[in-house]
């Protein structure tokens, strides 16, 4: 079992960026899949990346293609978003999950373990 944990997150103004971390206690990241999810205020759950276990294959959604990057550092048991050119479109609650297995990145219901989610705010 893995408890991921997310932190960075923040006040930024629009075009700006931030680095979400995700730290996992338990086992290590490396044999999950993660992936971050977003929700904004009255929206949806959306998903917008994951990196896939064992590896660096990475997934995004068209939403944030291009200017957010996944990435783990295994020595740190860690996972990260970088997001750039940040719009006000993009204040939410973010949230990192892990999960076995490589198929359904995109598919929040597969996912088993979440952390508590950190909000970024992006002003105008």
């Known amino acids: 079992q893995v408890q991921p944990v997310e932190s960075g997150g923040g006040l930024v103004q629009a075009g700006g960026s931030l680095r979400l971390s995700c730290a996992a206690s338990?086992?290590?990241?490396?044999?999950?899949?993660v992936g971050w999810f977003r929700r904004a205020p009255g929206q949806e759950q959306e998903w917008l990346a994951a990196?896939?276990?064992?590896?660096?294959?990475?997934y995004y959604a068209d939403s944030v293609k291009g200017r957010v990057t996944i990435s783990r550092d295994n020595a740190k048991n860690a996972v990260y978003l970088q997001m750039n050119n940040l719009k006000p479109e993009d204040t939410a609650v973010y949230y990192c999950?892990?999960?076995?297995?490589?198929?359904?990145?995109?598919?929040?219901?597969?996912?088993?373990?979440w952390g508590q989610g950190t909000q970024v705010t992006v002003s105008s």
């Open positions: 999950a892990a999960k076995a297995g490589s198929t359904a990145w995109g598919v929040a219901s597969t996912y088993d373990y």
């Open positions: 338990g086992r290590t990241f490396i044999m999950y899949t």
């Open positions: 990196i896939i276990w064992g590896g660096t294959t990475t």
